[in-house]
C-alpha cells in the first residue's frame, strides 16, 4: 500500500496535505485499494461549512458505498469536478486526484492527525 | 458456527483471491477486480467456485410425488436428466428457497440449494416427509462444485472432454462426463444470463478440474471470478437472489416469478391455497426495475418514495457494469410499477429522481 510523504492522515484512511490557510482532501491508496473499482463519486457544494469527522463525500465502488470523513474542520472552497465525470481517477492515483479543497477553520485540529511515518505504523498494524 | 473453506480455499488464496465471510464459508469477493471479472463472463469465459451450495438428495417411490408436492413448479413434467427451476414455499406462500431440482429418475432427486439456506432446507424437508415412502439426505459436504460460465464456456470445457457437450442442452445433465481423469455431473445451468455449465465432483476430484479449466482456457482469457461478479451478473439477467428479490416475507408472486409458480397443477403443493388466494387478491406490492434519473448509485434497503410517500424499498441496485447505468429492483405498490413512472429513490436522505423500467434490464 503506498503511502505518501508530508501528508497528514486520519484513521479512516483520508489524507491532508496543508497549503498556509487551505488544505487539500482526498483519500489513502489503502481506501481506494479495499473501495474497488470506483464508480460514483458524490461531492460537497461550495461554501459548506463540514466540522470534523462528519461525511462530506461518498463514494462508491460496484459493490459498496463509503462515506468519506473530513480529518479538520473547513469551509469548501473548491472541489475536484473531475472525479465526477471519472471516477476512476480516485483508483489510478489517490495521492494526485484531491476531492476537495478547504480552508481550515481550526488548524489545531491538524495536530491530532497522523504523519506519513505513523501512518505506515498504523497500516501496519491494520494489516 | 465455524467459517467453513470450500475445497478451493487454498486456491483462492494463492489466485490473491479477497476471501470473505458469505454465508459461513470462506469465498473470495474477487480476484483481479469485480469489473474485469464480470466483464470476461460477459464476452469471454469466467471460471466460480461455487462449492457452498447445498446438495439435498430425495430418493425412494414417492420422491416424485414428494418432490412435486414441495416444489412450486410442476415436477410432474420433467423427464430424466433435465432440471427446473423452483420455489419451494410455506403455508403462507413465504419462500423457504429457490432452487434448481435435478431429476435422475422418477425415484432419485437431487435438489441444489443456497448455502445461506442448506440446514433450514434439510430441516424443512424432513418435516414435511410424513408418510412419504423417501429417504432424505444432505450430502453437501461431499459435494464439490465449480460454474465456468460466458459466451466461451463450452469451447473450453470441450477441450478436456471427449463427452459432445452439445448433447448437454439448456437445463439439462450428464452425470457421467470424465474431465481430463475427474468423474463429474455437468449440467447446462449457471446464475450470470450467459451460456455455461456448473460441474459437480468430490471435493478432492473439483482442485484439479478448477486447475485443469483455468490452465485449459488461458487461450479464451478465462478468469477467475468471484462473489462480487456473480452478485452484478445474476442482477442483470434479472436472476432472483434469496433474500432480495423473494424471501420467506416477499413471495414468488410479488417477485414477478410468476411462471414458476404453477397455480393450476392438478397435484397439491405446500402454499398452492394462499399463493392462489393472493393472486386472486391482487398483490399489494410488486418488483419492477428501475433507473436513476438524477445522479446516485441505489442500493439495497433504501427506501422508495413518491410525492413524499413511502411505497416500498430498493432490493437490489448497481452502477451496471455492463449497461452503465444505475439501476435497481423495486419492491413497491402496483398502482406504481407501469412503465415510465417517475419515484423518487431516498439516497443518503435525499430524494433522487427514478423511472420506473423493464426489470428485463439484459436484452440478449
Same mark, same amino acid.
Given at each position: ?127 | ?23 459461513? &464459508? ?55 436428466? +433435465? ?40 430441516? &424443512? ?152 388466494? +393472493? &393472486? ?85
Amino acid at each position: 500500500m503506498k503511502v505518501a510523504k508530508d501528508l497528514l492522515y486520519t484513521n479512516d484512511h483520508e489524507w491532508v496535505k496543508v497549503e498556509g490557510e487551505v488544505a487539500l482532501i482526498g483519500i489513502a491508496d489503502y481506501a481506494q485499494h479495499h473501495l474497488g473499482d470506483i464508480v460514483y463519486v458524490e461531492l460537497p457544494e461550495i461554501d459548506d461549512e463540514i466540522a470534523k469527522e462528519d461525511s462530506f463525500s461518498a463514494v462508491e465502488s460496484v459493490k459498496a458505498a463509503a462515506d468519506i470523513y473530513m480529518p479538520v474542520s473547513g469551509k469548501v472552497i473548491e472541489v475536484n469536478e473531475e472525479l465526477i465525470d471519472d471516477p476512476a481517477l480516485l483508483n489510478a492515483d489517490p495521492y494526485e486526484n484531491w476531492m476537495i479543497k478547504i480552508e481550515i477553520t481550526s488548524k489545531e485540529e491538524l495536530e491530532e492527525l497522523m504523519t506519513s511515518e505513523e501512518y505506515e505504523k498504523f497500516l501496519a498494524e491494520e494489516e | 458456527m465455524e467459517t467453513k473453506k470450500t475445497p478451493l480455499y487454498n486456491e483462492h488464496v494463492s489466485l490473491g483471491g479477497k476471501v470473505v465471510d458469505y454465508a459461513g &464459508w470462506f469465498l473470495p469477493v474477487q480476484y483481479e477486480g469485480l469489473v474485469a471479472e464480470h466483464e470476461a463472463v460477459r464476452n469471454a469465459v469466467g471460471l466460480f467456485d461455487v462449492s457452498h451450495m447445498g446438495e439435498i438428495t430425495i430418493k425412494g417411490k414417492d420422491a416424485l410425488a414428494f418432490v412435486d408436492y414441495l416444489m412450486t413448479n410442476d415436477i410432474s413434467k420433467v423427464v430424466d436428466n +433435465q432440471i427446473v427451476y423452483t420455489f419451494m414455499c410455506a403455508p403462507d406462500g413465504g419462500v423457504v428457497d429457490d432452487l434448481l431440482v435435478y431429476r435422475f429418475h422418477h425415484d432419485d432427486f437431487y435438489l441444489v440449494v443456497n448455502a445461506s439456506n442448506t440446514e433450514k432446507d434439510y430441516k &424443512w424437508i424432513l418435516e414435511q416427509k410424513g408418510s412419504f415412502d423417501v429417504e432424505i439426505e444432505n450430502i453437501s459436504d461431499t459435494v464439490g462444485e465449480v460454474a465456468i460460465q460466458g459466451p466461451l464456456a463450452q469451447k473450453v470445457l470441450q477441450k478436456l472432454t471427449k463427452t459432445d457437450l452439445n448433447e448437454i442442452t439448456f437445463f439439462t445433465l450428464n452425470r457421467s462426463v470424465d474431465i481430463n481423469g475427474v468423474e463429474c455431473m455437468v449440467s447446462r445451468t449457471g446464475y450470470t444470463g450467459e451460456d455455461g455449465f456448473e460441474i459437480y465432483t468430490t471435493n478432492d476430484g473439483i482442485v484439479k478440474v478448477w486447475k485443469d479449466l483455468l490452465e485449459a482456457g488461458k487461450e479464451e482469457g478465462i478468469k477467475p471470478a468471484g462473489l462480487g461478479c456473480r452478485d452484478t451478473l445474476r442482477f442483470e439477467a434479472s436472476l432472483p437472489l434469496y433474500g432480495h428479490e423473494i424471501s420467506q416475507e416477499i413471495t414468488p408472486l410479488e417477485g414477478g416469478f410468476k411462471y414458476f409458480v404453477k397455480l393450476d397443477k392438478e397435484s397439491d403443493f405446500i402454499g398452492k391455497e394462499e399463493l392462489n388466494k +393472493q &393472486w386472486k387478491d391482487g398483490l399489494k406490492r410488486k418488483l419492477a426495475g428501475f433507473e436513476m434519473i438524477g445522479r446516485g448509485i441505489p442500493r439495497e434497503g433504501y427506501e422508495i418514495q413518491k410525492d413524499g410517500m413511502k411505497i416500498g424499498h430498493v432490493t437490489t441496485g448497481y452502477m451496471s457494469p455492463t449497461l452503465k447505468k444505475n439501476i435497481g429492483n423495486a419492491l413497491i405498490a402496483p398502482e406504481f410499477t407501469e412503465l415510465g413512472t417517475e419515484v423518487d429513490i431516498m439516497i443518503r436522505n435525499k430524494p433522487v429522481k427514478a423511472v420506473i423500467i423493464s426489470k428485463k434490464f439484459l436484452k440478449k
